[in-house]
Each structure stands twice: as C-alpha cells, then as structure tokens.
C-alpha cells in the first residue's frame, strides 16, 4: 500500500445524521483552523465526491470565482485599471 503524499491526511469516518448534519474531526478542525462561526462551501464533483473548503480561504485563491459561477466575465488587469 502506498504512503500517503506529504501534506494529505485521513481523518476517520463520519455519519450523517438523520438532519443531513456530520461532525468534522477535530483535528481537521485545528489542522484547516476551522473555528465557530466560519463558513464553509460545500463543493462537488459527480464522479470524484464532495470537499469542503473555509469560504475565506477560496476568496484568497481565486477571487473571480464566483463571478465565474454566475456566468459574469472576470475583470482583466486591464479592466480594473479602467476603474481607478
């Protein structure tokens, strides 16, 4: 079998309840610094299965994503220059 890559972690198994709620380990809480209050995106993919990412964190990475999801063009370096 082989080890996982650095950086990927197995947290255990986790049941939804009867209300569709689950509980995340908390030690991928403290490892994602995941604290009350946060919001988190669920997100999906048919055939790979469903993620969770801290809303903050995805506004950091990529922050056209969800004009891209709304089907609005994202801004070129050349558009917001126009706007200043």
Do not use: C, H, W
């Not at 999906?44 to 990529?62: T, V, W, Y």
Request: hydrophobic letters at 35%.
């Amino acid at each position: 079998m082989e080890q996982p890559s650095e950086g990927k972690r197995f947290y255990g198994a986790i049941t939804v309840s009867e209300r569709g709620q689950i509980v995340i380990p908390a030690s991928a809480r403290r490892d994602f610094n995941i604290q009350v209050g946060d919001k988190l995106l669920v997100l999906g993919d048919l055939e790979q299965g469903i993620g969770l990412i801290k809303a903050s964190a995805l506004f950091q990475k990529a922050p056209g994503f969800f004009s891209m999801l709304q089907g609005e063009p994202n801004p070129t370096p050349e558009d917001q220059n126009e706007e200043e």
